[in-house]
């Protein structure tokens, strides 16, 4: 996965939980976990970024 993609998905779970109206608590807990991995992982792609940066 890459970091682009991630962001990608992490606009579609956000787009899918606003517009969702009866979505079940079990539904919106495994959506916003999801969310939360992709959201790691993004922070954790800039802080790696950030250190080859700082590296050159």
Known sequence: MTYDEALKE???IVKS??????????????QAQRARELL????QQLKTMETEFKQV
């Open 17 to 30: 939980l606003e517009q969702a109206e009866a979505l079940s608590m079990e539904e919106y807990k495994k």
């Open 40 to 43: 790691d992982y993004c922070e």
């Open 10 to 12: 992490i606009e579609i």
